[in-house]
């Protein structure tokens, strides 16, 4: 530790911080205006990160449109000041962190953090450790999804550690990525459903990538008979060039005959339209999200036993949870993440969970930077590149399947 460090410490000296933030419009998101102002001292139990980076891609946009709806409240996780807070929000993103300052005596400067941030240069806020990294609290955080509020510590085995090209794909691509590996540990669990087959939708995605990445080895050894993808037309070239698919269709192609009854259907796109026409070669459906906007989504036509599902992970004691995921077993479900996080510690252990979760993510990173599939697209040397870098993140087409949006204001 510095002298200047240990100073700190001794004599508790309070220091202020300069913040510049990029907020967004709230009529009109993809519109950002630089704000600066300055971090008051640190109070006790608070700590002081700097926003090494963020990734920003299609989440973000649902960060936005959702931004006051209840329960999500994404724009209440950072709130401005009251007199910006009606024209003006920060959309958060998930990112990394340093710790720089620290009136908590469980941190130390220099230790980094995996969590939600937004498109800023320092944080701050109340910490309380736990076995993961930590959790923010005091303040609106107290009445805002607690997701938000959890950390996680990066350490050296992990993706995000580090610089340069792999840690910042990493960084735009591990909530996605990781999500992917949950849903494969839930489908080895469960042998796929009795399936032999398995077909993800938005192809192109982080999430469908990285799954069908993960599951090469059952693909090779003829545990899968084949894995496929639906994707839009206009990305069909990228994902059939990743050799990750056995065949790619387009969303209007129907799924061949040949392809059999047995597949187990991961829906990303969320379309529920796919899903009906090829429902009598399925044997089980997961709905993830929606990427396609503007479709009936598939979340809509669940079932009464699968909203039971969905419903007892989120409130139920553990044990009926657990009771219900075993005795329901509807067609079409959804995949909650949570559930798959409880039955991976129960059944591993916490550090065992983190290592094989930081050894295939790591592999799946190594695999997308050594083969070129995705390239970083950083902006990070002035204002204005990082708001151009954004807006594009909100209009169309614009970010391409074979990129990736990374930004950082740490040093602006």
Known sequence: MSAFHILLKINKVKMSQERVMLVSLRASPEETQVIRDELPPLEPE?????????????????????????????????????????????????????????????????????????MTNYVQMKARRNDDGFKAYGGLRDKINQAYNNFSEIVESSPLHGEGEPSDFATAAFPGAMSGFL??????????????GLILTSASSKFSVATAFLVQD?????????????????????????????????????????????NCFIDVAGNIAIY??????????????????????????????????????????????????????????????????????????????????????????????????????????????VQTAFKRVFIGDEILPCETVVLSLSNL
């Open 276 to 385: 009906k026409k090829n429902k009598d070669q399925l044997c089980k459906g997961l709905v993830i999200g929606q990427t396609q906007p503007g479709t009936k989504a598939s979340a809509s036509s669940l079932g009464a036993s699968a909203v039971l599902k969905i419903v007892s992970g989120m409130l139920a004691p553990k044990s009926i949870a657990k009771f219900l995921d075993a005795r329901l077993n509807p067609k079409l479900e959804m995949f909650f993440a949570p559930t798959v996080i409880t039955m991976l510690r129960d059944k591993w252990g916490r550090e065992k969970m983190t290592y094989i979760g930081n050894r295939d993510m790591c592999s799946f990173v190594d695999a997308v930077v050594k083969n070129g599939w995705i390239k970083v697209n950083r902006a990070d040397e002035s204002l204005e590149e």
């Open 218 to 262: 059952q693909r090779k050894d003829g545990r899968l008979r084949h894995v496929i993808g639906f994707t839009s037309a206009k990305n069909k070239d990228f994902v059939q060039e990743t050799g990750l698919y056995d065949l790619v269709l387009s969303y209007e192609d129907n799924l061949p005959e040949d392809k059999g009854n047995n």
């Open 46 to 118: 608070e700590i002081r990160l700097k926003v090494d980076k963020v990734g920003v891609s299609a989440n973000n946009r649902f960060y936005a449109q959702a931004g006051d709806q209840p329960f999500l409240k994404f724009y209440s996780v950072y709130p401005l000041s009251l007199k910006e807070h009606d024209i003006f929000a920060n959309v958060p993103a998930w990112g990394s962190g340093t710790v720089v300052e620290s009136r908590n005596d469980s941190f130390k400067v220099g230790e980094q953090f995996w969590g939600f941030y937004h």
């Open 183 to 196: 849903l494969t540990q839930l489908l080895l669990e469960k042998d796929f459903y009795g399936g032999d």
